[in-house]
T-cell receptor, first 110, second 114 residues
């Protein structure tokens, strides 16, 4: 499994963009990069995933470096509801196993 | 939006007892998972299940654990003889139906072993 490095915590002001980085230098060429988040006292929640191209959905954008050794989750306008632990998960191709690391705890300030 | 349902929300048991945690995955999903999270720690993968058999399991998932899909709608996790260290929040997840890469998690069962 590819190892990931994420900041332990980050802070953002409400309604400002947030860029959450993740390093996954040992990722293989066919491993998708997934992002999940866990709100307080809830189960994890899917955010977004991608392979090589940048991806957008209604929740966030995912920017993947050209060498795929890092990626950045972008929340365009943080809200208080976005306060959560965000996990970057490179999933090994052909497996059904998502390994959560320690993630980044995002605090959103009103 | 469809949800993964887990019951009970809290389970208290004595050490050495058997417990069964129940999950109703989203209808038409084909892949099923159990994870656990000890208080203050990270979410840990236990097992994945597809086509009525285990696809992958972690080192945590030893002979004390088993999973079953008994009736096409429920997905259960059994712990045969609980230990104190099994106390954790257990999450069920499912995926499939055109979006197999997107896991939907339940709200969890908090297991307390006394």
């Amino acid at each position: 499994d590819a190892k990931t490095t994420q900041p332990n915590s980050m802070e953002s002001n409400e309604e400002e963009p947030v860029h959450l980085p993740c390093n996954h230098s040992t990722i293989s060429g066919t491993d998708y990069i997934h992002w999940y988040r866990q709100l307080p006292s809830q189960g994890p929640e899917y955010v977004i995933h991608g392979l090589t191209s940048n991806v957008n959905n209604r929740m966030a954008s995912l920017a993947i470096a050209e060498d795929r050794k890092s990626s950045t989750l972008i929340l365009h306008r943080a809200t208080l509801r976005d306060a959560a632990v965000y996990y970057c998960i490179p999933k090994l191709s052909g497996t059904y196993k998502y390994i959560f690391g320690t993630g980044t705890r995002l605090k959103v300030l009103a | 939006e469809p949800e993964v349902t887990q019951t009970p929300s809290h389970q208290v048991t004595q050490m050495g007892q058997e417990v069964i945690l129940r999950c109703v995955p989203i209808s038409n999903h084909l892949y099923f998972y159990w994870y656990r999270q000890i208080l203050g720690q990270k979410v840990e993968f236990l097992v994945s299940f597809y086509n009525n058999e285990i696809s992958e399991k972690s080192e945590i998932f030893d002979d004390q654990f088993s999973v079953e899909r008994p009736d096409g709608s429920n997905f259960t996790l059994k712990i045969r003889s609980t230990k104190l260290e099994d106390s954790a929040m257990y999450f069920c997840a499912s995926s499939g139906d055109g979006s197999w890469e997107k896991l939907f998690f339940g709200s969890g069962t908090q297991l307390s072993v006394l």
